[in-house]
């Protein structure tokens, strides 16, 4: 299993800003993944982050907005850059190892006025 | 088009009785599949999955899950409901989600 460690928990932030969550494993990951969640509703695939190379984003999400950074196997980043309320969404941060189940934190609430 | 789908938004379900939250997907080959669950304003928390092997396995709660490779299905399924049991519930399949089955559980 895998323990990981979202922050912040919750922001309000003012539209145009940019705010960088962190996630951070308990133990080496290969891969990383950051979704976006609307409350109460599926969770959407942003980008796939692997230590070592570019993140891989989905259709619908580039880098200039979702600035992805994996510096080591324990540790990513996920900017959201330029907020507009449409961004008002849940976070979360998720770790597979090989085909196994996948771990999730907390997620990050973000409203955007 | 590969996909997993969940065909109900929401399942009402009296305390003590039995509960099935259904899914289905189109995924070539032979896909992992898993139940994860999520509990309001908590994160996702894995429940069962299926790898290879018998067709009915057994995960977290008293959950079980049946998959049938002919009806390309992965039914969740728990014998008795317990209002505990309510939450938002997700079906995946090889990195695809489902929409979600919000599970109501009343006593």
């Known amino acids: 299993s895998a323990v990981i460690s979202q922050k912040p928990s919750r922001d309000i932030c003012q539209r145009g800003t940019s705010l960088t969550i962190q996630c951070q494993v308990d133990?080496?990951?290969?891969?990383m993944f950051w979704y976006r969640q609307q409350p109460g509703q599926s969770l959407t695939l942003i980008a796939t982050a692997n230590q070592g190379s570019e993140a891989t984003y989905e259709s619908g999400f580039v880098i200039d907005k979702f600035p992805i950074s994996r510096p080591n196997l324990t540790f990513s980043t996920l900017t959201v850059s330029n907020m507009s309320p449409e961004d008002s969404s849940i976070y979360l941060c998720?770790?597979?190892?090989?085909?196994?189940?996948?771990?999730f934190g907390q997620g990050t609430r973000l409203t955007v006025v | 088009a590969q996909s997993v789908a969940q065909p109900e938004d929401q399942v009402n379900v009296a305390e003590g009785n039995p509960l099935t939250v259904k899914c289905t997907y189109s995924?070539?080959?032979?896909?992992?599949l898993f139940w994860y669950v999520q509990y309001p304003n908590r994160g996702l928390q894995f429940l069962l999955k299926y790898i290879t092997g018998d067709n009915l396995v057994k995960g977290s709660y008293g959950f079980e899950a049946e998959f049938n490779k002919s009806q390309t299905s992965f039914h969740l399924k728990k014998p008795s409901a317990l209002v505990s049991d309510s939450a938002l519930y997700f079906c995946a399949v090889e990195g695809r989600w489902g929409a979600g089955t919000k599970l109501i559980i009343k006593p």
């Open positions: 998720s770790v597979r190892t090989g085909v196994t189940e996948a771990f």
């Open positions: 995924v070539s080959g032979n896909p992992y």
């Open positions: 133990s080496q990951v290969t891969m």
